[in-house]
């Protein structure tokens, strides 16, 4: 079993910056991807980051979502068990509970998807 920890999550002003972490731990061998996701008020859960291989010292593909495109950075390093988020500029419209998630293969090679429990980021004018 994988346990992801998130942190760093609060509230900011419009324009300013806030970074993520998430930390992993447990049965993992390899990972596939990490990404963050996020869940608007009133709506669904969407993909913000995501980062497959993520080889610190060279990583794979990285996908952001149209929104936040310039603004966010994802940074993946599996040697850390660690993915982290540097988010930029921020709006009103990045405000949500954001989510950690990791897949990979289990030491006993099951496959393995994780979600964190979430961190709440409010952005306000």
């Known amino acids: 079993q994988v346990q992801l920890v998130e942190s760093g999550g609060g509230w900011v002003q419009a324009g300013g910056s806030l970074t993520l972490s998430c930390v992993a731990s447990?049965?993992?061998?390899?990972?596939?991807?990490m990404g963050w996701y996020r869940r608007p008020p009133g709506k669904a859960r969407e993909a913000v980051a995501v980062?497959?291989?993520?080889?610190?010292?060279?990583?794979?593909?990285?996908d952001y979502a149209d929104s936040v495109k310039g603004r966010f950075t994802i940074s993946g390093d599996s040697a850390k068990d660690t993915v982290t988020l540097q988010m930029n500029t921020l709006t009103i419209e990045d405000t949500g509970i954001y989510y950690c998630?990791?897949?990979?293969?289990?030491?006993?090679?099951?496959?393995?998807?994780?979600w964190g429990a979430g961190t709440q980021v409010i952005v306000s004018p």
């Open positions: 998630n990791i897949q990979g293969t289990s030491t006993w090679g099951m496959h393995v998807d994780s």
């Open positions: 447990g049965n993992i061998d390899k990972y596939t991807s």
């Open positions: 980062v497959t291989n993520p080889d610190i010292a060279s990583p794979g593909a990285v």
